[in-house]
């Protein structure tokens, strides 16, 4: 089955600065990758997501990139703010209707005022 | 957009007694629902899916005589934890793809406290 390796497990960075978390997987069948946020005891918020037929996506301060070939995907944020800290996960899905989400382990970001 | 709704949000439970979780779709069909387990600083973990009107299918490791699910209609998916012991107190959350659309939906999760 599919495995998502996500780093690092921690990142710390001042306001204002970027900050980019890094994901691989392992089944070049995967063509669904979303970004999710999960804030203490609440369910993930998805941030953004990109599907295998493109390589970069953009949503204000927030972007994704995928790299098929290396079967790697990366969240970059950009102009962190303090709202910005939680936990983010990568994920990687197929496209039929029953595929199920495989997490990466978790990226916990401190945006330090 | 597609809602799932999840009950009850906090348990608490004494050893050995069985509790219910519940997830319904409340504007769409839910056709697949997937249950985690997430345990503190964890990632989600799968722990089953389940097709309406079928069995579900449970990951590696995960016993299915104690995490019973029923998913006996479109909108409505149900994760028992039978015999509950305190290595069960975990967060456990459900998910729902909507049909024709790439995304996933979740609950709002549940907090298990087993004591």
């Known amino acids: 089955g599919e495995n998502v390796e996500q780093h690092p497990s921690t990142l710390s960075v001042q306001e204002g600065d970027s900050a980019v978390i890094k994901c691989t997987y392992s089944d070049s069948a995967s063509n669904y990758f979303p970004w999710y946020k999960q804030e203490l005891g609440k369910r993930p918020q998805l941030i953004i997501d990109?599907?295998?037929?493109?390589g970069e996506k953009k949503d204000q301060r927030i972007a994704v990139t995928l790299n098929k070939t290396a079967k790697h995907f990366s969240l970059h944020i950009t102009e962190t703010q303090p709202e910005d800290s939680a936990v983010y996960f990568c994920?990687?899905?197929?496209?039929?209707?029953?595929?199920?989400?495989?997490f990466g382990e978790g990226t916990q970001l401190t945006v330090n005022p | 957009g597609a809602v799932v709704s999840q009950h009850p949000s906090r348990v608490i439970c004494k050893s050995g007694t069985s509790v219910k979780i519940e997830c319904r779709s409340l504007d769409f069909q839910a056709t697949t629902m997937f249950w985690y387990r997430q345990f503190p600083k964890q990632s989600l973990m799968l722990m089953a899916t389940s097709n309406e009107g079928s069995k579900a299918t449970y990951e590696q490791g995960v016993e299915k005589d104690k995490f019973l699910i029923n998913h006996a209609s479109l909108t409505l998916s149900t994760l028992t934890v039978t015999s509950a012991h305190p290595e069960d107190s975990s967060f456990y959350i459900c998910s729902a793809r909507v049909a024709g659309n790439y995304g996933y939906t979740f609950g709002s999760g549940t907090r298990l406290t087993v004591v």
């Open positions: 994920a990687a899905s197929w496209e039929t209707s029953g595929s199920r989400l495989t």
């Open positions: 990109i599907r295998s037929n493109v």
